[in-house]
């Protein structure tokens, strides 16, 4: 690619970038500035560095090349900016800007390019994987008081990844991928029983992490829409929502899976979108948006994303937002605290319907945790930087063992896996359960 395409990845974000006036709250935010102490790897310094290379970016990235990969674009800098700058935006431009003038490295090229654009050829590298899993030390999941990490996962056995594969994660904890994918366990089209008149029809966007890795807390989100009275739909051509691609900087990879995934979802006619995954929901509800190539497709992009909702969001309307009709699927006596995930809470502005849920169904024994700050996990971050990302995660494992919880809830596998791999190694006793595994429909 041509330096001229680098320094227009960079204009496009010139204004907001001149508005940083350095005045510092980011530091004080930043879960990276907390551990490392290094401005330079903060938004202020990032934006300052910038701003001596605007004309000539290329040339930053080949002075400071991890300078903007040490960010979780965790939102919280933007969160707080008093001039509004757009912060992880300014390193995803900064990012792309790098990609332009010297290429995807190898291995994201074949992650991005060659299995999150085909929805079959990653199904089969996964299940090649799977087979493989089967030579790593595994533990069991369980707990004392009979809790599982992702409860309606059959074995709830944990997986660790060997140390000599530092580069992944030497000692990784992670569940392992399924036997078969959600696509091939559940009906594309799931109706309300007892041959009741759907309410609403909800197109289901799975995601990768649901799809390969945990098809249960699928299964468990689609019986609790139909039991709801919706008619839901899981489109068989759906794949990747893109958003790690586009974090990354490859925007025309990412316009290719969100222009795909539009047309899927519009030609099911329904009325909602629903995702079970933070990560998807907010590239739906805000990331395609961002890619569009003019006011035509930025219109089509936004339509969609007005009818997307989190499962928190769709439970607590098809509920009648009065007195919900869950109750607890979890063993008698759990108490739980809740997680928000950064793209749900920042960026969805989503924090009250999970809550809701939760205090309803458990009352007193919902705690919340103190601080509740990020995971560390940042998608591909936390295997870029998996030491750094395992630093950041201990002031959230301090909280969680503080809240004295035996589940921590919330709806973001990428942040699932990552709480499990981190109580894991603590040998916490709290397990890690999903939304839609927490509580079940109450039944008369």
Not at 105 to 123: Q, V
Not at 128 to 153: D, M, T
Not at 216 to 224: E, F, H, K, S, T
Request: proline share 6%; with cysteine; net charge positive.
């Amino acid at each position: 690619m041509t330096a001229e395409t680098s320094r227009s990845a960079i204009d496009r974000i010139r204004p907001d970038l001149q508005r940083c006036v350095g005045c510092g709250n980011c530091l004080h935010v930043c879960p990276v500035y907390r551990q490392t102490g290094d401005e330079t790897y903060v938004a202020r310094g990032r934006n300052q560095l910038l701003k001596q290379y605007l004309d000539d970016p290329a040339e930053l990235n080949r002075d400071v090349p991890d300078r903007f990969d040490r960010c979780l674009l965790c939102g919280r800098c933007t969160a707080v900016c008093p001039q509004q700058v757009p912060n992880d935006q300014v390193t995803i431009a900064a990012r792309q800007a790098r990609l332009a003038a010297f290429g995807l490295s190898l291995p994201k090229t074949l992650a991005f390019r060659h299995l999150l654009t085909d929805r079959a050829r990653m199904g089969a590298a996964l299940r090649l994987a799977g087979r493989l899993q089967r030579l790593l030390p595994a533990s069991a999941a369980g707990s004392p008081n009979g809790l599982k990490h992702i409860p309606s996962e059959p074995t709830g056995l944990i997986r660790h990844l060997p140390l000599f594969l530092g580069g992944l994660g030497g000692g990784r904890a992670l569940p392992p991928l399924a036997g078969r994918a959600l696509s091939a366990l559940a009906p594309e089209i799931s109706r309300p029983g007892g041959g009741r008149k759907p309410l609403l029809r909800v197109a289901y966007f799975a995601g990768c992490a649901t799809e390969f890795c945990m098809p249960q807390v699928g299964r468990a989100l689609i019986d609790l829409v139909t039991e709801l009275g919706a008619e839901l739909v899981l489109p068989r051509q759906q794949g990747c929502c893109g958003l790690a691609v586009y974090a990354n900087g490859d925007l025309e990879t990412a316009r290719a899976l969100a222009r795909h995934n539009l047309d899927v979802l519009r030609r099911t006619g329904a009325d909602l979108v629903v995702t079970g995954c933070a990560t998807c929901g907010s590239a739906l509800k805000d990331g395609w948006s961002r890619l569009a190539v003019d006011e035509a497709e930025d219109e089509r992009f936004r339509d969609l994303a007005g009818r997307v909702r989190d499962i928190s969001e769709l439970l607590v309307e098809l509920g009648g937002y009065v007195r919900l009709p869950f109750t607890s699927r979890l063993p008698a006596g759990t108490r739980v605290t809740y997680h928000d995930p950064c793209h749900l809470a920042r960026f969805q502005q989503v924090t009250a319907p999970p809550r809701t849920i939760l205090r309803q169904v458990f009352g007193d024994a919902f705690t919340e945790m103190t601080p509740n700050g990020c995971c560390g996990c940042g998608g591909s971050f936390s295997i870029a930087d998996y030491r750094l990302s395992q630093d950041i995660a201990r002031q959230k494992i301090d909280a969680i063992e503080g809240s004295g919880a035996d589940a921590v809830v919330n709806t973001c596998p990428g942040c699932m896996l990552q709480l499990i791999d981190n109580i894991a190694r603590r040998r916490l006793p709290q397990r890690v359960v999903h939304l839609v595994e927490a509580v079940e429909p109450a039944r008369d």
